[in-house]
């Protein structure tokens, strides 16, 4: 039997899934590219995608901008969920703190990295 209504789940589930993956792509490619340039501004060149199709001053290039744009889909759909999953089962004062920890030592490096520029 045909039915309308399956139809229209599957067709509002990948409507979901192809603007996620457009967004993802668009949010990863706008982070290369203010990253990028900002760099390049430095006289730094932290990566280059010359050598790939369809690339903006090397910085940014479409199939790189798809894959992010799919690894992104994928990966917040099954392990993220899953790691929020098993996160929400430790005690909050415990996440809380292991968060400060994790957020003091991204700063740390990430200013140790900016010194050796």
């Known amino acids: ?9 599957w067709l509002e589930r990948f409507m979901r899934y192809l603007i996620y993956f457009l967004l993802a792509a668009t949010f990863a490619t706008v982070g290369e590219l203010v990253i990028g ?27 790189v ?24 089962k430790i005690p909050r004062s415990i996440r809380w703190t292991v ?4 957020a003091v030592a991204l700063s740390v490096d990430f200013f140790l990295c900016l010194t050796r520029l």
């Open 1 to 9: 039997t045909y039915s309308r209504k399956g139809d229209s789940v």
């Open 37 to 63: 340039v900002i760099f390049q501004g430095l006289g730094r060149e932290l990566w280059s995608y010359s050598a790939y199709p369809h690339n903006y001053k090397g910085v940014i290039c479409l199939p």
């Open 65 to 88: 901008s798809v894959f992010w744009g799919a690894l992104l889909t994928v990966v917040m759909r099954y392990p993220f969920s899953w790691l929020i999953q098993g996160l929400e």
């Open 99 to 102: 968060s400060v920890l994790f």
